[in-house]
């Protein structure tokens, strides 16, 4: 059968092409300096406030020997002085334990360009986090954090009273869920306890960014 050199040329061309387009696609790899913690503080929401939260990603960060880095938890507070999840966490990009990067900048962290998913958003140890469909699911993740990474207003609590507290009743979290593209602000926790978390379907876990991943 005779083949036409000109369009086998041409095929081999638009190969070509496609192949660099998805070359060009992947985003850029660096070191890490984003995880989800393996572990909460095992009394609940209540993580010894921004301070308390800000250790367990240091102490976390430190046992993978990313220690180097100043870690912060992705955590809003509200009331006086109240503080937004995005405001601590640096200027980016972020990548995770495996140089992927889920984010090139705040605005991007924050619209449909960020890239936390179920096989991005993984542990220090470049573990997975047991999402939607695990038995237990953990893909709660605390935040306290509108969409956008801000507080919400004082009023109804969405922090857990400012991460000190452990307790139910009117109290609650707002979570994101790793797992899907309201990764930052999904829903309400049933409230702030251990048990209170497992049952919304989380485990009292965090968003750790590094801050100065550039230095």
């Known amino acids: 059968m005779h083949i036409n050199n000109k369009f086998v040329l041409r095929g081999v061309g638009v190969i070509c092409l496609a192949f660099a387009g ?33 250790a367990i990603c240091q102490n976390l960060a430190e046992s993978v020997d990313q220690g180097h880095l100043t870690w912060r938890a992705y955590l809003s507070t509200q009331g006086a002085n109240a503080v937004n999840a995005r405001d601590r966490i640096g200027p980016g990009p972020w990548f995770n334990v495996n140089g992927y990067r889920v984010a090139a900048d705040l605005e991007s962290l924050h619209n449909l360009m960020h890239r936390i998913s179920a096989e991005t958003g993984l542990d220090e140890r470049g573990r997975v986090i047991p999402g939607s469909f695990a038995v237990p699911n953990r893909h709660d993740i605390l935040t306290g954090s509108t969409e956008d990474g801000m507080a919400y207003p004082a009023g109804e609590d969405m922090t857990c009273n400012n991460w000190t507290s452990s307790s139910d009743g009117n109290n609650k979290a707002r979570v994101g869920h790793h797992d899907f593209a309201a990764w930052a602000s999904s829903h309400d926790s049933r409230g702030c306890s251990p048990a209170a978390l497992r049952a919304s379907g989380g485990d009292g876990l965090l968003y750790c960014f590094a801050l100065n991943v550039n230095d």
Do not use: R
């Open 22 to 54: 998805l070359a060009q696609a992947q985003p850029p790899t660096g070191p890490m300096s984003f995880f989800i913690t393996s572990q909460g503080s095992g009394n609940g929401a209540n993580l010894g406030g921004l301070a308390g939260a800000d």
